[in-house]
């Protein structure tokens, strides 16, 4: 995985502060939200490294909202989940486990795209 190098005076939170203000507003389909920790396939891949409240502030998606275009997603359903930025017209589909970066804490975002650094991951220092 490569990660995003910043330049001295650049924020590194901006992405994700813009992503947060594009989310503002997100249409809904009417249907309850499920979290992670409601879904049981998701439940037994996540609970090893998640704990039970962690898990219950991840909201999945529910089928037929459209997603926002430009805005981060990542869909827990794949073997190795990947950000992706969403397409005009996107909608989440009944196989889909996807998740809004906008509604994330961003260390468990990070943890749910693969990010291994600890520092990202609010877990100090590795050595």
């Known amino acids: ?3 995003k190098m910043y330049q001295a005076g650049e924020d590194p939170m901006q992405e994700y502060r813009e992503d947060m203000k594009r989310q503002e507003g997100h249409g809904e389909t009417g249907q309850p939200e499920r979290m992670l920790s409601d879904i049981k396939p998701l439940y037994s891949r996540f609970h090893q490294d998640l704990t039970e409240d962690q898990m219950s502030t991840i909201p ?8 926002e275009q430009g805005s981060k997603y990542v869909d827990l359903g ?3 989940p990947q950000e992706f930025a969403a397409h005009p017209g996107q909608v989440v589909k009944p ?3 996807i998740v809004a970066k906008s ?3 961003y260390t468990i975002w990070n943890y749910l795209i693969g990010v291994h650094d600890p520092a990202r ?3 100090g220092d590795a050595s």
Do not use: P
């Open 121 to 123: 991951l609010d877990q």
């Open 1 to 3: 995985m490569h990660e």
């Open 78 to 80: 794949e073997k190795h």
């Open 103 to 105: 509604k994330m804490e």
């Open 60 to 67: 999945i998606l529910s089928t037929g909202t459209a997603l």
């Open 95 to 97: 196989h889909n486990y």
